[in-house]
């Protein structure tokens, strides 16, 4: 009996011993398993990471290439547009240059029509020059005192006589200013329109003479000696000329 327990006891140290060398064996050859497999998982860790960077890397890429491709489109548009908006102002240019050359063209017939009218006129007041002659119908003297050149009652006078029977406009009236050889020639030049210019002045004013009907001329000194007092003072006078057309004396018979 007392065998039997031994044996039994040296079977069961056997085992026992057996299976803790096993355990030893197992865990020496799990552990460099178990050491690869963690530094495996670090790796697909590390790698996890590096893929989720790569993937945050490679969707701002896509943005950027979507952007790209915005501005790229708008790029485009503007563009075109431009080339549209070229394309106008190059038609607006030629309308312009058309319309500036239609304008060229009137312009140069509306001066050529116009010099053949200015040609015309010409020709037409040649032609009446040349068939309207005037005669002296009246003429008169208005006297002046010495350095004078305002009318008195007597040169007054003279110029309402003068006037008389003056009617509608189809005459003209030459005034010529003239003064005695005293004094320099601007003072006599002066003196001499002056006298002129009162004279048109009153026929104007008082007898309605339209002044398109006036020619007036300050001479200067008169003519002559006047080598007297009295041929000085007939020197300083205006002398007047009513002129009518020989063709309205004709038209009116």
Same mark, same amino acid.
């Given at each position: /009996? ?14 026992? %011993? ?5 355990? &030893? ?14 530094? $495996? ?13 790569? *993937? ?21 548009? &503007? ?29 140069? $017939? ?5 010099? %053949? ?13 040349? $068939? ?7 003429? #008169? ?52 329109? #002056? ?20 020619? /007036?001329?300050?001479? *200067? ?15 300083? &006078? ?8 020989? /063709?309205?004396?004709?038209? %009116?018979?």
């Amino acid at each position: /009996m007392t065998s039997k327990i031994y044996i039994a006891g040296a079977l069961a140290l056997s085992l026992f %011993s057996a299976g803790c060398a096993t355990k &030893k064996y197992v865990a020496k050859t799990i552990a460099p398993v178990e050491a690869r497999v963690a530094t $495996t998982e670090t790796k697909n860790t590390e790698q996890d990471t590096k893929l989720a960077a790569q *993937g945050t890397q490679i969707e701002a890429v896509d943005r950027d290439l979507s952007r790209t491709k915005e501005r790229l489109t708008d790029t485009d548009a &503007k563009a075109v547009a431009a080339g549209a908006a070229a394309k106008q102002a190059a038609d607006a240019a030629k309308a312009a240059d058309a319309k500036a050359q239609t304008a060229q063209s009137s312009a140069e $017939t509306a001066n050529s029509t116009a010099q %053949s009218g200015l040609r015309g006129i010409d020709q037409l007041g040649k032609n009446v020059d040349s $068939t309207l002659k005037y005669k002296v119908e009246k003429s #008169g003297t208005v006297l002046f005192s010495l350095a004078q050149k305002t009318l008195d009652k007597d040169a007054k006078a003279a110029l309402d006589d003068f006037s008389t029977g003056l009617s509608g406009d189809r005459y003209v009236i030459e005034i010529q200013g003239f003064t005695d050889k005293t004094g320099d020639v601007p003072s006599n030049e002066a003196l001499s329109q #002056g006298r002129a210019e009162s004279v048109a002045r009153y026929l104007a004013a008082q007898h309605n003479v339209p002044l398109h009907n006036i020619t /007036m001329l300050g001479v *200067g000194v008169a003519g002559g000696e006047q080598k007297t007092r009295d041929e000085r003072k007939q020197s300083r &006078k205006v002398e007047l000329r009513l002129l009518v057309p020989e /063709m309205a004396n004709v038209a %009116s018979k």
